[in-house]
């Protein structure tokens, strides 16, 4: 827990830029900075380092700060389309047809990750006869939050970002939506027993940790993992359906 006030006020002030504070009205959240290009929002993950007036990320190559290509656990997320800078930094994007971006990863000049799922991390749903609802999807996220927070173990070895650092995984719209894509073994979406799923209650879900280091790749794995159960847990369920339960119980299984 960070308790410096001087701190946790400038980490403020960059969550109020990104739209990503508690008080930040239902229609703007999640909506600010590189967002403004995007399409509506549904999953974004952000990493804010001890300094973010700092500068440690160089001018370079584009392709050599954000991958076209970010893989974990043996998996790929989407291909970036166009990796390019901008004024806050590095982006890489995949674009749709009306223009606006499906979903992008940013690396800002302070050495923070921004990623941004857009389409990838839910939808709405057709939940059974008549009946539509918003799904978010739950391993897409997590895979989405590890590959960011790889990303930012990346950064703070390459360019010696400084910390504590803040991580934050917030999603927007939530009331009343339901979690998809679990572990094996669980009810999906549009099963006979979805109506009695549990479902979320807030209008978003904004989870925060803070980390006096950023840790290592077995490090970034478990805090992408802790913040899978506190979203199950957002969404009513046990805290452990990112998890498989059947054929190896408590296994988590990378599926997107």
């Known amino acids: 827990m960070v308790d410096d006030d001087a701190l946790i006020g400038r980490w403020m002030r960059e969550q109020a830029l990104l739209g990503l504070n508690r008080g930040t009205p239902d229609e703007e ?24 007036s700092s500068q440690p ?15 974990v656990g043996g ?28 979903n992008f ?10 990623a941004f799922l857009g389409v990838e991390g839910g939808r ?18 997590v895979g989405w939050a590890w590959a960011a927070f790889d990303l930012q173990r990346q950064m703070v070895e390459r360019y010696e970002v400084a910390g504590p650092f803040r991580a934050i995984v917030a999603m927007a719209n939530t009331v009343g939506a339901v979690l998809g894509q679990l572990g094996a073994g669980w009810n999906e979406p549009g099963a006979a027993s979805i109506f009695g799923a549990p479902t979320a209650i807030e209008s978003r879900v904004l989870l925060i940790e803070d980390v006096a280091e950023w840790p ?14 506190r979203i199950d847990l957002a969404f009513g369920g046990p805290g452990t359906r990112h998890l498989d339960c059947e054929p190896e119980q408590g296994r988590f299984t990378p599926r997107w």
Not at 57 to 71: F, L, Q, R, T
Not at 75 to 102: C, D, F, K, M, T
Not at 105 to 114: L, P, Q
């Open 105 to 114: 990863a940013a690396v800002h000049w302070h050495g923070g990750v921004d």
């Open 57 to 71: 990320v160089p001018a370079e190559k584009p392709e050599a700060v954000i991958p076209k290509v970010m893989a």
């Open 216 to 229: 290592d790749e077995k490090g970034v794995e478990e805090l992408a993992l802790r913040f899978a159960a």
């Open 124 to 141: 709405e749903w057709d939940l059974g006869p008549q009946t539509r609802g918003r799904v978010f999807f739950l391993h897409r996220s």
């Open 29 to 52: 959240f999640a909506r600010g900075g590189l967002a403004a290009f995007a399409v509506d929002p549904t999953v974004r993950i952000a990493v804010l380092p001890g300094d973010p």
């Open 75 to 102: 998996r790929q997320l989407p291909y970036h389309g166009i990796v390019r800078g901008a004024s806050s930094g590095y982006v890489g994007y995949s674009p749709r047809n009306e223009g606006q971006w499906q």
